[in-house]
C-alpha cells in the first residue's frame, strides 16, 4: 500500500526558504496516473492546497502562492519535494504531502504532515 | 476564484441523520468533483466520499455524498451517526487554475 512520508528542518528563520522533502514507498513517482501534492493547514484552520507535479515535470500551484513554490521531482530517490521562499510567520503551518489523481483532482493518501514553525 | 461554504460547527446524537452543506460561490458545483474528508484529531485526513458520491473501500455506506445543482451546493450525509464519526469534515473541489477546500465543519455526536 501507498505510504507517504514529509522530512524537513522543522523551524526556519523568516525571509529564509522553506524546504520539504515528501517520500514514496509502495509505489512508484513515475506511474503516469498520478501526481503529487503539497497541502497545508495553518493551526487550527482549514487546509489550502499549495500545488502538484507530475513526474513528466508539469507543475501547477495555487495561484496565491506561485511566485514563492517551487514543487520538484525525483524520480531516482522516489521523493518529492516543496521549496517556499521568502517565509513569513503566516506560512507557519503543518505541511502534508498527497498523492494526486487530476481530475477528479482527488488527494489520496496523504502522509502524516510535518509542521514547520517560521521564527526568529 | 471561488470558495466552498461549509457550516462551522454541527452536533446530532447517535444513531441519528447529519448532513453537512458545502456551497459553490460562483462556477456550476456540477462542473468539477467533489471529495469529502475527515479529519480526526492530530490525523492527517483521509478520503470518506470522492468523485461526488463514490466511497472507497473500507469506508462504511453510512457515508453518502450528493449534489444539488439547484443551491450550488454538495452535501455529506451520514446516517447511524456514532461517536467515532466525531471529526472535521473538509469539502474539496477545482477549476481550471486552482484547488479549493472549505472551512471544514467540526461534527460533534452527543
Known amino acids: 500500500q501507498v505510504q507517504l512520508q514529509e522530512s524537513g528542518p522543522g523551524l526556519v528563520k523568516p525571509s529564509q526558504t522553506l524546504s520539504l522533502i515528501c517520500t514514496v514507498s509502495g509505489a512508484s513517482i513515475s506511474s503516469g496516473v498520478y501526481y503529487w501534492s503539497w497541502i497545508r493547514q495553518h493551526p487550527g484552520n482549514g487546509l489550502e492546497w499549495i500545488g502538484y507535479t507530475h513526474y513528466s515535470g508539469s507543475t501547477y500551484y495555487n495561484p496565491s502562492l506561485k511566485s514563492r513554490v517551487i514543487i520538484s521531482v525525483d524520480t531516482s530517490k522516489n521523493h518529492f519535494s516543496l521549496k517556499l521562499t521568502s517565509v513569513t510567520a503566516a506560512d507557519t503551518a503543518v505541511y502534508y504531502c498527497a498523492r494526486t489523481l487530476n481530475d477528479p483532482n482527488w488527494f489520496d493518501p496523504w502522509g502524516q504532515g510535518t509542521l514547520v514553525t517560521v521564527s526568529s | 476564484n471561488f470558495m466552498l461554504t461549509q457550516p462551522h460547527a454541527v452536533s446530532e446524537s447517535p444513531g441519528k441523520t447529519v448532513t453537512i452543506s458545502c456551497t459553490r460561490s460562483s462556477g456550476s458545483i456540477a462542473s468539477n468533483y467533489v471529495q469529502w474528508y475527515q479529519q480526526r484529531p492530530g490525523s492527517s485526513p483521509t478520503t470518506v466520499i470522492y468523485e461526488g458520491n463514490q466511497r472507497p473501500s473500507g469506508v462504511p455506506d453510512r457515508f453518502s455524498g450528493s449534489i444539488d445543482s439547484s443551491s450550488n451546493s454538495a452535501s455529506l450525509t451520514i446516517s447511524g451517526l456514532k461517536t467515532e464519526d466525531e471529526a472535521d469534515y473538509y469539502c474539496?473541489?477545482?477549476?481550471?487554475?486552482?484547488?479549493?477546500f472549505g472551512g471544514g465543519t467540526k461534527l460533534t455526536v452527543l
Open positions: 474539496q473541489s477545482y477549476d481550471s487554475s486552482n484547488v479549493v
